[in-house]
């Protein structure tokens, strides 16, 4: 938190002060009343005393008065709201170490299933593109806030060879910088890349990638799926075939999401893969803003005072 007057906060050392000079008034009061009367026989002419719960106006009454300085600093908080447009590219790895069974039915399965409950969780107004990346990076459809486009373009994803991860990081943040908001200015744009290992061919290496990306302003957030269990199977000359492992390698897919301002996730079932999808649907959907909140330190003093009058009125029948 920030205040565009942090001098007036100086005003705060003077409620103590206040609270001081209000116990030394009771302990005064209380001392003339005794002159006059015998304090032994107040049982007798009182019901009861509110004894400590006395104490509670007066200190309700010194939040209202803290409550109403913090807000004369105009103090201000970077809340969370929600994103109005915005670009979001998924980059998805159909190689065919994404066959493997480890995440049920498959990992490019899951991806693609998961994928498709993350257009629900992204707002409306959004576009969504998809990136397929194998031997080579291609755009299985561009940016559009048509889900229906982008649903179909998941369902036709088809595994290849090769992972040509940088082509698909750099080909992502270019196609979502090129929209253009209702304004004319350029959305923020984001990239999601789920893909199960590091880079085996393609023209551009990740890290060459990942500053271009990080140039552009786009974050690249990346979901590395996949078990050491991992398997596929290779048919080889003369109808044999061949058990090949294929464990997950997070180290470049961690690298990318460092440089550019994103984040890396690991998961090894679906159930993981979904959490994940769910979290960046709401963290792509709400953006970070730097907002004045004096009205709601003004609005707390007011109803700290209110309270303040009514507890004063049930414990005293009277207001302080």
Do not use: W
């Not at 075939?241 to 550019?260: C, F, G, M, N």
């Amino acid at each position: 938190m920030s205040f565009d007057a942090p001098f007036a906060l100086l005003g705060l050392l003077l409620v103590p002060m206040l609270v001081a000079l209000l116990y030394v008034h009771e302990r005064r009061r209380r001392a003339q009343a005794a002159r006059f009367g015998n304090p032994a026989l107040l049982p007798n002419v009182i019901d009861r005393q509110p004894g400590r719960l006395r104490f509670l106006p007066l200190a309700i009454l010194a939040a209202a008065l803290c409550a109403m300085v913090v807000g004369v600093a105009r103090p201000h908080a970077t809340v969370s709201v929600p994103r109005e447009e915005a670009t979001v590219m998924l980059a998805i790895d159909v190689s065919r170490s994404m066959t493997a069974t480890d995440v049920v039915p498959t990992r490019l399965d899951a991806a693609r299933s998961a994928a498709q409950t993350f257009l629900d969780k992204v707002p409306a107004k959004f576009r969504v593109g998809v990136v397929s990346f194998g031997s080579q990076a291609s755009v299985a459809v561009p940016p559009t806030a048509d889900r229906s486009l982008v649903r179909n373009a998941l369902d036709l994803l088809k595994p290849g060879e090769g992972t040509a991860l940088g082509d698909a990081v750099l080909l992502s943040a270019q196609l979502g910088t090129r929209q253009r908001a209702q304004d004319g200015t350029s959305p923020p744009t984001a990239v999601v890349v789920i893909s199960d290992g590091a880079r085996v061919g393609g023209r551009t290496s990740p890290r060459t990638a990942a500053q271009r990306a990080r140039a552009l302003h786009v974050p690249v957030y990346t979901v590395v799926l996949g078990t050491q269990n991992g398997v596929v199977e290779e048919t080889l000359t003369g109808g044999f075939k061949a058990t090949i492992r294929v464990p997950p390698s997070p180290q470049t897919l961690r690298q990318i999401a460092q440089t550019t301002g994103g984040q890396s996730f690991t998961v090894t079932d679906r159930a993981g893969l979904q959490k994940v999808y769910d979290r960046l649907g709401s963290r792509l959907g709400h953006r970070k803003e730097r907002r004045e909140i004096t009205d709601a330190f003004a609005g707390g003093s007011a109803l700290l005072l209110l309270a303040g009058g009514a507890a004063s009125m049930a414990l005293f029948r009277r207001v302080p």
